[in-house]
């Protein structure tokens, strides 16, 4: 994770306890990037999420699919006489 203060210098404690904070309020999420602006007395926190992969899936033939690997010839030839409406 990519930490970086604006507007003054802060303590590496400080800076942990506003990482902790933020993984408090989403705890499945990973932080890629942080900015901490300092003004004054307020602060202003931007940060930024790793991108979570995910997998497409799709209703083939009756089936709820991510990709064609596990059907056998009959379904293949299934989904290669499709109509696809654009």
């Known amino acids: 994770m990519k930490i970086s203060i604006v507007g003054g210098d802060m303590t590496e404690s400080e800076q942990q306890e506003y990482v902790k904070y933020i993984k408090h309020k989403n705890p499945d999420k990973v932080i890629k990037t942080l900015e901490i602006k300092l003004d004054g007395d307020y602060v202003d926190l931007c940060y930024e999420y790793e991108t979570i992969p ?24 299934e989904v290669s006489d499709r109509v696809k409406h654009g």
């Open 54 to 77: 995910f997998e497409r899936i799709r209703r083939i033939t009756g089936y709820l699919v991510g990709t064609l690997d596990r059907f056998n010839n009959a379904k293949r030839v």
